[in-house]
Nanobody, 123 residues
Framework: QVQLVESGGGLVQAGGSLRLSCAAS????????MGWFRQAPGKEREFVAT???????YYSDSVKGRFAMSRDNAKNTVYLQMNSLKPEDTAVYYC?????????????????WGQGTQVTVSS
């Protein structure tokens, strides 16, 4: 029942930054962990970051130190700040709501997904 809409993707030069947003339709969002995943052409959807309902974050090794996830429960929105972008970050980025409050790195642990937003990083 929760609808998620990502925005903020685009084309950026290597080394640049983008900020993705994910807006949820209801305040039910605030009780669950949220995640960001990405999928490049020909590859499986992979974990990027997750944030618990208490705003504790976890990141994949490939983005740790460059990306930062946050949430604003009053706005029913989560964010992914992406800095020092690399061409290998190019993918469709998906926002997702977890089945749990703690957050995990498994695709199957998330039960609501946005439509995705394209991020393209040129070299």
């Amino acid at each position: 029942q929760v609808q998620l809409v990502e925005s903020g993707g685009g084309l950026v030069q290597a080394g640049g930054s983008l900020r993705l947003s994910c807006a949820a339709s209801t305040r039910t969002f605030s009780s669950a962990a949220m995640g960001w995943f990405r999928q490049a052409p020909g590859k499986e959807r992979e974990f990027v970051a997750t944030i618990t309902q208490n705003s504790i974050t976890y990141y994949s090794d490939s983005v740790k130190g460059r990306f930062a996830m946050s949430r604003d429960n009053a706005k029913n929105t989560v964010y992914l700040q992406m800095n020092s972008l690399k061409p290998e970050d190019t993918a469709v980025y998906y926002c997702a709501k977890s089945r749990f409050a703690i957050g995990t790195n498994e695709v199957d642990d998330y039960d609501s997904w946005g439509q995705g937003t394209q991020v393209t990083v040129s070299s």
